[in-house]
Structures are given as C-alpha cells and as structure tokens.
C-alpha cells in the first residue's frame, strides 16, 4: 500500500498538514507546573520543578541556573516493551532538549540554582522530541520560569520522494529521511535541527520552511492553551 | 512585608474585571518599558512569564500566577534545620536557596555550643526572619516573634496565597484563630505552623482558601464554614453525651 496517494496522506493528511493537537496544563499537582501535549497518537508528560538549590554543589554556576532535564519513554510506550532507566537513547534527547532551553529560558535571572524537567512520553508514534519539547515548554511556563518564548518544535520528511510535514507512524519507520527542528517565534531563531538520511539542497530549504510554518502553527496553539487555563 | 502584600490584596479585589493576561512572549509594548517581569528586544518590550499585566504611567510588570518562593529582606519564614556548619545552621526554607542562621543572630540565653546545639536541633522547625541577602540568604532569629516551633503541625499551601491567609490587616487571621482557637503563624514561603485542640478544622479552613482564593466573598464564606463546622461538632458532642 502507498504511503502517498493523490496528495493524501495514508492517514488522510494533506503534505503540509499537521496531526491534531491537544494539551492540557497543570495535570500534575505536586510539580511547580506540568503539560500534558499531544500531537496525534504521541503523548508527552513533562514536569517542572524549581528553581531548587544545586545537588551536588560543584555542578551550581554562580551566574546562571542550571537546567537539568529527564526524557524517558515508559516501558508501555511502545509496541515491544522498552527497556526503562538509562540508554544511549534518553541521554543524548534529555541532552539537546536542555541545549533548546538554555537558549530559551533567561538563566541568569536565577544564578545558584537548577531546573529540574521530567519528561515522560506515555505513548510513541514518531516525533517524540518534539512533543517533548512542546510539553516542556508549557510546563515551564506554568511553573513560572521566566523565559522569551514558548519553544514550538515539529518535525518534517521525505515519503516516496515528497517532503511531508509532522511524519507520523508508518512514516516514520519507512521514510527516507526524518528532520526534527525547534523554533522560537519571537527571535526567528533555530534552537535545534536534527536530520538523517540524504537530501538535496533544495528538498533542505523546503523541509526547512515546511517545518518553521508548522512550528508557527503549534506555538499559536500553545498561547491559547497558555492563556485559555486561567479563565475556566 | 505584609503590609506591602496587604495593599496589593486591596488592589487586586479593586481591579478584578480589567486582568490582562499574558504568555511568555507576549507583546507588551512597542516601546522599552521599565518593570518587573518584563524584557526588552529589538526596542520593544515583552513578557517573560505567563501571568497577570499591571500597568502605570511609568511602569509595566507582568506578575506570575505561580512561582518557587523567591527569599525578599523582611520576610518572615518557616523553616527546618537541616545542618550546622560553625558559624551557622543551614535552613531549608523551601525556596530556590537555603537560608543560613548565624549564630549571632540566634536570641537564646546561652552562647554556649553544646546547649545551642540541643536547641537547633537537626529537624527541629523555626520561625525567623530573612534579616540579609547578599549571595546568601541570612536568617535572623532576633525578631519578636520568631520562635523555634515545638509541637503543632505543618501545612504547605501555595506562597502566592499567603497574602489571603493573612487578609486584610490579618483580619482573616484573626478570625481562624478566634473561631478554631489555634495558634496560628504563617511564613511567607508558604508554610503555615498550627498549634492547638482544633487544628483539623483549622487546616480544613486554610485549604479551603487556598482553593477559593480567587473566588469574591471570601471571608464572608470561611466564617460560614467554620461557625456550621463548631456547630455540627457540638451536636456530636452533646449526641454522645
């Protein structure tokens, strides 16, 4: 069966069409603020605590907090069980997550101190990262973390030979390539872009594009979800 | 420090209908503004939390919903003695930084280390002031009514609810300590000491505030629920006897 099939998607998306959204703030009470984001069938789960003081001491900075970030997938995530704790896997994502908020959060405003992000995704079908990072951003903002901008991140890819926005489930597995990229409105910046597989410079500059509108799509939804949870 | 919170409260109830809320990243103003909870880019000025806007003729800040209690000078905390380390104890005061009581700052009838020591004891609770923060923040335990916090019990409610707690000129306050006939303190860092027969219903009040901060007619209703409570109470009361 074609992925592709008269500009549809296998899912019924168009090319250029994300999956649905859905997100809610504050499911956690315990943290200083959580998120819950959901882009189609992926679920992330992310907890914000702090700004706590720095254990062990030697890693604090006395000009800046530090951001300390958890991404795990539960063991049920998946379609085979995965194998929880540590991997190669969580490490380097928990990583390049804490890379897009150091850029993103004003770090200085509290020197001495860390941030501390649990990520859980309860539920897996591509783009993890991404919704991981939609999710984080929400719940630093609901913890009351001064930051710039919510941090919007979606990812694009090659099916059968067309450059597709948000791959989803049999893409994912059967594409060719998979470009993850965060970007913050605010500043046009680009916090994050990741990218696999071999591409033209052309079908580079398109993804690019492709994802930056999509990104833009997913930060206007955050706001709402921001600035809706008050008003109830 | 509580009196500062108080005249925001009266604020707060005044301007209810006119809250501007706002997400990180909002746009603010299309010039630089001075103000807390603001930043400025490319000259012009935006939020940096997701909260509440308050405007002057000078002045734009945006106030966050929620946040980690940040130490202020003057505040009155509660906290728990985790350690000593010659010449001060280190605190948790449940903030972003742990507090630090020296031992000058310590009112006690001895200066004697070991009968100093059986008083501060490790887990053993204290009221005290924030009296200093230079990089650190220093406690101070010469203040009237700081005390080292011996029985009762301890509750943690949200700091920005505090102020409620408080009330008015801490009319709130008095009203829980005359209904339910505990003795109530209260730290800015969000935790509430409660000393005496009554203290459930105590809690009970003090979590239903925290609920219905937000909610007009507050006092109104907490004396509702208290005076209904006592009454119920004393029917039980009479019932067994």
Redesign the interface.
């Known amino acids: 069966m074609p992925l592709i099939e008269n500009g549809k998607r296998f899912d019924g998306r168009d090319l250029g069409e994300l999956r649905p959204l859905n997100a809610t703030l504050n499911p956690v009470k315990n943290a200083?603020?959580s998120a819950m984001f959901q882009m189609g069938d992926t679920i992330a789960v992310a907890t914000v605590y702090?700004?706590?003081?720095v254990i062990p001491a030697f890693m604090e900075k006395s000009d800046r907090a530090i951001i300390d970030v958890n991404y795990q997938m539960l063991p049920f995530s998946t379609d085979d069980r995965n194998r929880p704790g540590f991997s190669r896997r969580n490490v380097e994502i928990s990583l390049l997550i804490q890379r897009v908020f150091e850029s993103a959060v004003?770090v200085e405003d509290?020197p001495?101190?860390k941030i501390l992000i649990n990520i859980e995704i309860l539920c897996a079908d591509a783009s993890t990262r991404c919704a991981a990072i939609n999710a984080a951003s929400l719940a630093l903002?609901?913890?009351?973390i001064?930051?710039?901008?919510?941090v919007a991140s979606c990812a694009a890819g090659i099916v059968e030979g067309q450059v597709v926005l948000d791959v989803a489930g049999k893409e994912d597995t059967e594409g060719d390539v998979d470009m993850p990229i965060a970007y913050m409105?605010?500043?046009d910046e680009v916090l994050l872009l990741q990218m696999d597989g071999i591409i033209t410079k052309e079908q580079f500059s398109q993804m690019t594009s492709m994802c930056i509108e999509g990104c833009k799509k997913i930060h206007d939804f955050?706001?709402k979800v921001?600035?809706d949870?008050?008003?109830e | 420090m509580e009196s500062e919170d108080k005249e925001n409260d009266t604020n707060e109830e005044k301007e209810d209908e006119r809250y501007i809320i706002v997400a990180p990243g909002s746009l603010l103003a299309t010039s630089e503004k001075m103000g807390e909870g603001v930043f400025t880019l490319n000259g012009k000025t935006y939020s940096k939390y997701l909260g509440i806007v308050k405007k002057t003729d000078y002045k734009t800040s945006v106030v966050p919903f929620n946040q980690n209690y940040r130490a202020k000078r003057e505040d009155k905390v509660i906290g728990q003695i985790k350690d000593f380390k010659h010449p001060f104890w280190i605190v948790d005061i449940f903030a972003s930084s742990n507090g630090y009581l020296f031992v000058k700052e310590v009112n006690a009838r001895t200066t004697r280390q070991d009968q100093l020591m059986n008083m501060f004891k490790p887990g053993s609770w204290i009221f005290a002031d924030v009296c200093e923060i230079t990089d650190r923040v220093k406690l101070s335990m010469r203040g009237r009514d700081s005390k080292i916090l011996k029985g009762g019990r301890i509750i943690t409610i949200s700091p920005s609810k505090i102020p409620r707690v408080i009330g008015k000129k801490g009319s709130m306050m008095k009203i829980l300590q005359d209904k339910t006939g505990c003795h109530i303190k209260t730290g800015q860092n969000g935790l509430i000491w409660i000393e005496g027969e009554n203290t459930d219903l105590a809690v009970k009040a003090i979590q239903k505030i925290e609920r219905e901060a937000h909610i007009k007619g507050l006092t109104d209703r907490i004396v509702e629920m208290l005076d209904s409570e006592i009454i119920s109470k004393e029917v039980k009361e009479n019932a067994t006897d």
């Open positions: 200083g603020g702090g700004p706590m003081e004003f509290m001495r101190s903002a609901a913890a009351g001064p930051m710039k901008d919510c409105p605010l500043t955050q706001k921001l600035l949870y008050k008003k």
